[in-house]
């Protein structure tokens, strides 16, 4: 099997699917879409993950709670996704505990489209790869990372290239929020 990975410059797929929302005993789940995502005018960051019940990925979706509020104070909304189903993801959230109180929704692809449209299953087990997306308020993709199944990515890099993006400038490498970007 060969990935075509969707890649910057690509409209976003469109998509409905069930995110897991809380813990909460009958506020679980919420029919999330791109349209409503596209309605809000922000930007969307949408980071996934092979597998719940692992031991890499729950690393970094707590520290992307972490840095929920971080994605909140530059207009975006953040999305974790995998191809588990929202009961599982429930279940997950429920018996890990630094996942119990996330501030974002873990979307539920369990039919693999979006991910199969976005290019990014693996070819033998047909989870995902760890890949990010920063798609812009007009659904258009400004950037992908993708990293293999072991090995975990990095907030503060994201944050760093939402900034960067942010600008809207010329932004040289290592640069940061607050540095000088360069003049054309």
């Given at each position: ?108 692809d369990t039919s693999k489209s979006l991910a199969d449209e976005l290019?990014?299953?693996e070819a033998n087990e047909k989870v ?57």
């Open positions: 099997m060969k990935n075509v990975i969707l890649s910057v410059g690509s409209e976003f797929p469109e998509f409905k699917k069930t995110a897991v929302v809380s813990i909460e005993k009958g506020k679980e789940f919420y029919e999330l879409s791109s349209e409503e995502l596209k309605a809000s005018g922000k930007w969307m960051v949408m980071f996934w993950w092979p597998k719940d019940f692992t031991f890499v990925c729950p690393t970094e979706i707590a520290e992307f709670n972490k840095h929920a509020q971080d994605f909140v104070d530059r207009d975006a909304i953040l999305i974790g996704a995998s191809t588990d189903s929202e009961f599982v993801h429930a279940a997950w959230r429920r018996d890990h505990e630094d996942l119990r109180d996330l501030k974002f929704p873990m979307l539920a290019g990014i299953l995902a790869y760890r890949a990010t997306y920063i798609v812009d308020p007009q659904g258009i993709v400004r950037w992908v990372s993708l990293y293999d199944l072991s090995v975990g990515r990095s907030v503060k890099e994201v944050l760093r290239v939402l900034d960067a993006l942010q600008t809207d400038e010329l932004c040289p490498c290592n640069w940061n929020k607050g540095e000088a970007t360069l003049a054309v």
